[in-house]
């Protein structure tokens, strides 16, 4: 049996789940390139799989048309919108996910960025640097009203940590009216900070609602890229409208966009779940899960 790697960083902190492979006797063949595979990329590393490991390459139909042997799929990760559902179904492929294992590393990402812009320690640091002794004045999470756009594990973890430090918490979630304010509109005009958390990859944050939120809000972004509308971040950043934001999710990845010369954006390489414990577990539960599917768990 032959399971591929579409992940780029699969084992690269511990063999844990790469061993509970080869010790059922399976071949493993890892992501060749280190980075997300192209359509075409993905089609010729399928070629005789049984169970793909996956990260965020596209499987649709063009693709999975193409890997006759493939049995399941299972994500290292909590997205599956790169999987075509109703295709995988039409080839008899199992999908899994990891849906758990991420939570606790997001949620600590999320916070590390909301401290970082709070008390502005990137521009500090590049001050001394710089060889300038400047003390910059930044505000505080006490008090702070942040305002939760989607309300599943990630945020309510990352809830709880804002909790902690005093921080008041505000939830929009369709799918949770009875925690949530009434309309979008309602939820931003309250909001000094927006934290995203909704799945899909429909816009939710467009120009219109930029409109309706507080001058110098902070917007950050750990679920899709576009989730906000790309342009009118752009402006709210260059206008002060926005007074920071951190982004790990992008339009497009790499992301060699306009964000890139706005110094209050803090951008990093979609890196939340990169800490050696949450990689190790969603690792171990997406090999588990691909097992379960292949029919080689005792």
């Not at 492979?21 to 089609?43: A, H, M, S, W």
């Not at 999908?95 to 999320?110: H, I, W």
């Not at 690792?283 to 588990?288: D, I, L």
Request: charged share 25%; net charge negative.
């Amino acid at each position: 049996m032959k399971v591929v790697v579409g992940a780029s960083s699969f084992a690269a902190s511990s063999d844990k789940a790469i061993n509970l492979l080869r010790d059922k006797g399976i071949e493993v063949v890892k992501n060749p390139f280190g980075r997300r595979l192209n359509i075409q990329e993905t089609i010729e590393h399928l070629q005789g799989a049984d169970g793909l490991l996956a990260g965020l390459e596209t499987l649709n139909e063009e693709v999975l048309s193409q890997a006759p042997q493939l049995k399941a799929i299972a994500r290292i990760g909590i997205g599956t919108d790169n999987v075509d559902f109703e295709a995988a179904k039409r080839h008899g492929i199992k999908v899994s996910n990891t849906p758990d294992a991420p939570t606790a590393a997001v949620a600590e990402m999320a916070l590390a960025a909301l401290l970082t812009i709070a008390h502005e320690i990137i521009p500090c640091n590049e001050d001394v640097h710089n060889k300038v002794w400047k003390k910059r004045i930044g505000f505080s999470l006490i008090g702070l009203n942040v305002l939760f756009v989607g309300y599943g594990r990630i945020g309510r973890r990352f809830a709880e940590h804002l909790k902690a430090l005093g921080s008041n918490i505000i939830v929009y979630d369709p799918f949770q009216p009875e925690i949530s304010e009434p309309d979008l509109k309602t939820a931003l005009a309250k909001a000094d900070v927006v934290t995203i958390h909704a799945s899909g990859r429909d816009e939710i944050l467009s120009a219109e609602t930029f409109e309706m939120m507080k001058d110098g809000v902070v917007i950050l972004n750990c679920a899709r890229g576009t989730l906000i509308n790309e342009d009118a971040l752009y402006e709210g950043l260059k206008s002060g409208k926005v007074a920071g934001f951190w982004g790990d999710v992008f339009w497009q990845e790499p992301y060699e966009g306009k964000l890139l010369e706005c110094k209050n954006a803090v951008l990093t390489p979609h890196i939340s779940t990169y800490n050696s414990l949450c990689r190790e577990s969603m690792e171990t539960e997406a090999v588990m899960n691909l097992l379960e599917d292949l029919g080689c768990v005792d």
